[in-house]
């Protein structure tokens, strides 16, 4: 992966999952909170665990020394998640293809330590918002709701009109 890739897929999934949030929002507080046995238990909960992860990770990447809080709700994510895209595309601006081979340590939620590549972590990041928000676009289907296309060549269609 070079820098100009890592950037692309990160400015991806910041776009992807703004579209799952905005159709998600359009939603009633019952729809979004009926446990389904989907993933994290409901469209609310799934959404606000890629948030949770998204932060998380940009945090560990970008050593901000911030404490880590495991714990986030969906209105959690719908007034913060702007503000953590802006800090992962801010990070991704300014990477070299250098940087995707440092390695990043920290510890897991069960307080292990790990360490992995940027490189790594991006992959890891944009995989894991990819899984989650497809089990999300499920849900809303279930409902009999049409939700947003976040294929990846959808993105890029709209970044060239």
Known sequence: MTANEACRLIRYSGWASRKVLTAALQLTMEQLETPNGISHGSIAGTL????LADRVWQERITFSNKPLVWDASLADAEAAWPEIQKAWEAWADAL????????????????????????????????????HRGQVVGMIRQLDVQPPATDFIYYLRELAQ
């Not at 606000?48 to 948030?51: L, P, R, S, V």
């Open 48 to 51: 606000a665990h890629i948030y």
């Open 96 to 131: 070299t293809d250098g940087d995707l081979e440092r390695p990043i340590q920290y510890k897991s939620i069960a307080g292990n330590q790990g360490e992995n590549t940027a490189g790594e972590i991006v992959t890891h990041v944009v995989n894991h918002a990819t899984l």
